[in-house]
């Protein structure tokens, strides 16, 4: 029998933020729609099928401080085990590359950070001060600015070396942030430190997918909210919303329609542009909502092929990046270790590759692998078997100090917003998405 407290929601956009909240809303028993444009879930992090292969359209890392993330994946049915390789957090550069090696130990924290630290080569006794010097400022300003300023800014003001700064601090915030330092938020990369390695040991771990990136949360999800009844539809792309009374209709694309027609509350679970536009379709409404304009911020993996028996000596590497070099690679990921059908796939991820995508595809691969075989010592990396460099344009908004950014709720009552764009701790990521996904679905059944 239909619960008569059962709303009728329709959330826009199967991403992570959308196939959050369709969960949620699912869970508690409301009667959910959830629409997607394109064929494939998981929106910016989803599977791409390219001459028969499944990659991803981007390689992703996700942190045991995905709180959120990992909860609904649990809730969905994912087997955390199996779906993600856990790792201790490190930041290792190749041998042959003079980097540094920095692993944490299975230690309590903060014990597995002081350890870490000790044990770490490639950082002579003054970084490891400068270190320290950082994480005990930190934790003293409880992880809190007074005013934002930029990394750079907060690097300086914590009297960081200049070899911490290239071979730590740079690449962790361009990798969490997508974000140059310079024009990084430090109060943004503090909340990221604060719950990962100013929290327990696990929250500071590093989570490898082993699955594509559709399969890993978004596919669950949708299987999760079609079990409770509710409806996934894909290649539907929601084209302008009408508020009637206290109902919401839909118009989609031609000869696209979901089954539910009227709706007691929409979620916009698109990309913030795209929300925008949607907003500005808004009929029945005096004045439709408006949303800040971003900046953005590309990224670009580069998948390398090579023979199966070619494997790294660990999961992933941090390399140094040096464009002046046409070393362009700042991390890469040997998939093989995260699923043997990829055996001798390496994954090279570029964030903030603003820069690099000026370049055609062919160079950027044919520098990226001359790039590998240097840093790690193997010749033969240089001549991969065959390439596939894909680029994410506007992969996040740029994550620039003071940012302003929306909350869930939009001036109209029953009408809300998703994304890893709108208020919260963190930049853009997954666990922004599905804790803004989870908190509209929340303020959705609650509103009446
Ligand atoms: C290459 C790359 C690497 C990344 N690496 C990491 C990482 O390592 N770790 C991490 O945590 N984060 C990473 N991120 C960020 C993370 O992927 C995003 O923050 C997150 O996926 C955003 O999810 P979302 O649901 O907010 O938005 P989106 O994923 O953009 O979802 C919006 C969805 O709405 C759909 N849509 C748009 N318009 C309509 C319409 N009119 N009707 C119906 N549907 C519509 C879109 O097709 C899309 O599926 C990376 C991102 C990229 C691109």
Not at 307 to 328: K, N, S, Y
Request: one cysteine or more; charged letters at 20%.
């Amino acid at each position: 029998m239909a619960d008569a407290s059962a709303l009728r929601i329709a959330v826009i956009g199967a991403g992570w933020a959308g196939c959050a909240a369709a969960v949620e809303l699912a869970d508690q028993g409301h009667n959910v729609t959830l629409l997607e444009a394109s064929r494939t879930l998981g929106g910016r992090a989803r599977k791409v099928e390219q001459h028969g292969r499944t990659l991803d359209n981007g390689q992703h890392i996700l942190l045991g401080a995905y709180a959120e993330s990992l909860r609904l994946m649990r809730k969905v049915g994912v087997d955390l085990e199996k779906s993600l390789l856990r790792l201790p957090l490190q930041m290792c550069y190749p041998p042959a590359s003079g980097g540094m090696h920095f692993v944490a130990p299975t230690l309590p924290a903060p014990l597995h950070l002081l350890w870490a630290l000790l044990t770490s080569t490639g950082l002579n006794r003054e970084d490891k001060m400068s270190l320290a010097r950082f994480s005990t400022t930190a934790r003293w300003m409880g992880w809190q600015m007074y005013q934002d300023c930029s990394v750079s800014e907060l690097l300086q003001r914590f009297d960081q070396t200049e070899r911490l700064c290239r071979l730590m601090w740079a690449p962790l915030c361009i990798a969490a942030l997508n974000t140059p330092p310079e024009r990084a938020s430090a109060q943004v990369f503090l909340n990221v430190l604060r719950d990962s390695l100013g929290a327990k040991r696990a929250a500071s771990d590093m989570l490898l997918p082993r699955t594509d990136l559709t399969a890993l949360f978004p596919q669950h999800a949708a299987d999760f909210v079609a079990q409770r009844g509710g409806q996934v539809k894909t290649g539907i792309a929601v084209r302008k919303i009408r508020k009637t009374g206290t109902n919401w209709e839909l118009e989609c694309g031609a000869g696209e329609t979901p089954d539910v027609q009227l709706f007691d509350r929409i979620i916009i679970a698109t990309g913030a542009d795209r929300a925008a536009k949607l907003l500005a379709t808004l009929e029945g409404a005096d004045t439709p909502p408006a949303l800040p304009s971003f900046g953005y911020e590309p990224i670009t993996t580069c998948y390398l092929q090579y023979a199966p028996e070619i494997t790294l000596p660990r999961a992933f590497f941090a390399l140094l990046d040096q464009p002046e070099l046409g070393h362009w690679g700042q991390f890469v990921f040997d998939r093989g270790q995260l699923n043997p059908e990829q055996a001798g796939l390496l994954a090279v991820v570029v964030s903030a590759s603003g820069n690099a995508i000026e370049l055609d595809n062919g160079a950027l691969a044919a520098a990226i692998a001359a790039q590998l075989a240097q840093a790690l010592g193997l010749p033969e990396l240089a001549a991969p078997l065959w390439q596939q460099v894909i680029s994410e344009k506007r992969a996040t908004f740029s994550c620039s100090p003071g940012l302003a950014r929306p909350g869930n709720e939009t001036s109209i009552p029953g009408l809300l917003l998703a994304g890893d764009y709108t208020a919260g701790d963190y930049p853009a990521t997954l666990e922004a998405a599905v804790r803004s996904g989870v908190l509209a679905a929340g303020k959705a059944a609650l509103f009446t």
